[in-house]
């Protein structure tokens, strides 16, 4: 390396590089950055390859066991893939039952009592009905909506159609509830039990007070008191006597395909959620 003095200091020249050499140098520059940039890029589809896919049934069905709001009602029912000897085999001695599994027409409803939306379809609620949306508005409030439960009893009454009800936790809190409904069903006061449960004050009642706790059964009682004998009632509820039949229900629900509720069948025809009757009447033979 060329130097030379001047005084006490010691300069050093560089000489400068040929247009040769920056060629070089520049090239040199870009083939590190091409290669930096192929590395992060490889690396990239790596992670894509090795992280977990989701699908579009994937995230719809998160939004539906995470957000009942969410519903859909106007959806068209789902194909059948249950058989009918399916249906038939739910109407025994251990199930809630009513009318004939000869008749052409057989109901499934599968529900919760501290459900919104199974208080929805009852149409006995209209405070919560209304809260939920116009499309839930109860004809005799001045809506479109006709409760299906409503107009499946109407016609299991009428000799026309036989109904099954069956329990699965749809909102977490009517296991107390359901039991009380297995001990009205031994008495034939299933519906008078039913209908209260199923008002605005019954829907608070399950869901704020009583829940799943056993030791709120006096409460449950009380409340159910002007539609079922209340000592019947309290006895029967501290007597765990349907404490198994829950699972047995969500067993039940479960082969059904049945995920939340509520959940109907006519036949075998599924409707998954809190249908217009009008959207369901179509299946009816």
Request: contains cysteine; glycine residues 8%.
């Amino acid at each position: 390396m060329p130097v030379h003095k001047k005084s006490d200091t010691i300069d050093i020249v560089i000489p400068k590089p040929q247009k040769k050499d920056n060629y070089t140098s520049l090239l040199v520059i870009l083939l590190i950055i091409a290669s930096f940039l192929l590395g992060s890029l490889w690396t990239k589809v790596q992670y894509l390859e090795q992280s977990p896919k989701t699908t579009t049934a994937d995230t719809t069905a998160g939004t539906a066991n995470t957000a009942q709001t969410q519903q859909p009602v106007a959806a068209q029912p789902q194909k059948p893939s249950i058989s009918l000897n399916t249906i038939k085999a739910l109407f025994n001695d251990k199930n809630i039952t009513f009318g004939d599994k000869n008749s052409k027409n057989l109901f499934v409803e599968v529900a919760d009592p501290s459900c919104p939306y199974c208080h929805v379809a009852a149409g006995l609620n209209s405070t919560l009905n209304n809260q939920l949306g116009p499309q839930f508005k109860l004809e005799k409030d001045g809506g479109t909506y006709i409760a299906p439960v409503l107009k499946m009893k109407e016609l299991v009454d009428s000799g026309k159609a036989a109904m099954v009800w069956i329990y699965t936790r749809g909102h977490g809190n009517g296991e107390m509830g359901t039991k009380a409904l297995y001990c009205a069903n031994e008495k034939g006061k299933f519906w008078p039990v039913h209908d209260k449960l199923m008002t605005n004050e019954g829907y608070d009642m399950v869901n704020n007070t009583v829940k799943n706790d056993k030791a709120k059964s006096g409460e449950l009682s009380d409340f159910l008191a002007d539609v079922f004998d209340r000592s019947d009632l309290k006895k029967c509820l501290d007597s765990g006597k349907y404490d198994a039949k829950i699972s047995e229900d969500v067993a039940q629900a479960s082969n059904l395909g049945v995920n939340g509720t509520p959940g109907f069948f006519i036949n075998t025809t599924n409707f998954a959620g809190a249908y217009s009757w009008k959207d369901m009447q179509s299946a009816i033979q």
